[in-house]
């Protein structure tokens, strides 16, 4: 049976090769060997994703391997989903998508999965999602909150659009506005309105059981 050290690496090196059937094996390893789902997911083939990133910034890896990346890194996060444990946290329900403009949902499905097993009710709307198909869900399904996501500096400021919506039709500040992804910031969050900010799927959680209590 592989060490815990040897399933993390080998989740990571799955990801970075984009090898779908060699993750299927790693993350059937780490089920049987009772691996925390998160920690196989963050130490291993998020850590995978990270050196994908850094190619990619160094020329060293171009757009068709990090989709093959990708691929196998949804295909870990599918099986290893059911096993993750959370606390339920305060209860409530958050709209959440990826800005207008951006199609990285990796990051953000990771959040949702965490949330999800802490028991909140999450209303997916996906990627690339209209300012206003924000705030016309938050208003349809009754939202507590809404998260959103992006990855790319060129659509970040769109979230300020989202905000402003919200409070141009009296939905803040009932409504609150979590926000994250790699180029985001506190500082950030706090210049486009936004209530919170979470660097990863975690502390998205306590984030979230934060604003939900009012704290
Ligand atoms: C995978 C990837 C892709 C995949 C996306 C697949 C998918 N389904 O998501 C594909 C190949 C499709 C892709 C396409 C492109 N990409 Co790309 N991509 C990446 C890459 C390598 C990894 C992103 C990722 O998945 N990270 C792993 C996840 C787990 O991390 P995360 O998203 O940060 O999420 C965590 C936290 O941020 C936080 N979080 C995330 N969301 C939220 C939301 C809330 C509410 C909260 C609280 C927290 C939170 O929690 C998450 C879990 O811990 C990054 C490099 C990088 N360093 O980020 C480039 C990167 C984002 N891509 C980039 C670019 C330029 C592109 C393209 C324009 C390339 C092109 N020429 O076509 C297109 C964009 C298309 C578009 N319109 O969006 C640039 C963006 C640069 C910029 N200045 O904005 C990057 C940074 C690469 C680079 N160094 O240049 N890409």
């Keep these: 049976m592989a060490t815990k050290e040897e399933i993390l690496a080998g989740l990571a090196k799955a990801v970075i090769d984009g090898d779908v059937d060699t993750a299927k094996k790693w993350a059937q390893a780490a089920i049987d060997s009772n691996i925390d789902a998160f920690e196989a997911l963050t130490k291993g083939c998020q850590q995978g994703m990270k050196v994908m990133g850094d190619r990619y910034s160094a020329g060293e890896a171009y757009i068709p391997e990090i989709m093959l990346s990708a691929d196998a890194m949804y295909t870990t996060m599918d099986m290893l989903r059911p096993h993750l444990k959370a606390k339920a946290v ?119 059981e934060k604003l939900m209590r009012g704290a």
Excluded: W
Excluded at 98 to 116: A, P, S, T
Excluded at 168 to 179: A, D, I, S, T
């Design 90 to 208: 305060a209860p409530g329900t958050i709209v959440m998508g990826v800005i207008e403009g951006d199609v990285h949902d990796i990051g953000k499905n990771i959040v949702k999965m965490m949330l999800e097993a802490s028991s909140v009710n999450v209303v997916d709307l996906g990627r690339d999602v209209p300012i206003a198909a924000f705030v016309d869900k938050v208003k349809e399904v009754n939202a507590n909150a809404i998260g959103m996501s992006s990855l790319m500096t060129t659509c970040m400021f769109k979230m300020k659009d989202v905000v402003d919506m919200l409070v141009e039709q009296g939905l803040k500040p009932k409504v609150k506005v979590m926000v994250g992804g790699a180029p985001i910031s506190e500082e950030f969050a706090k210049s486009v309105g936004a209530d919170g900010y979470a660097p990863d799927a975690a502390e998205a959680v306590k984030v979230f």
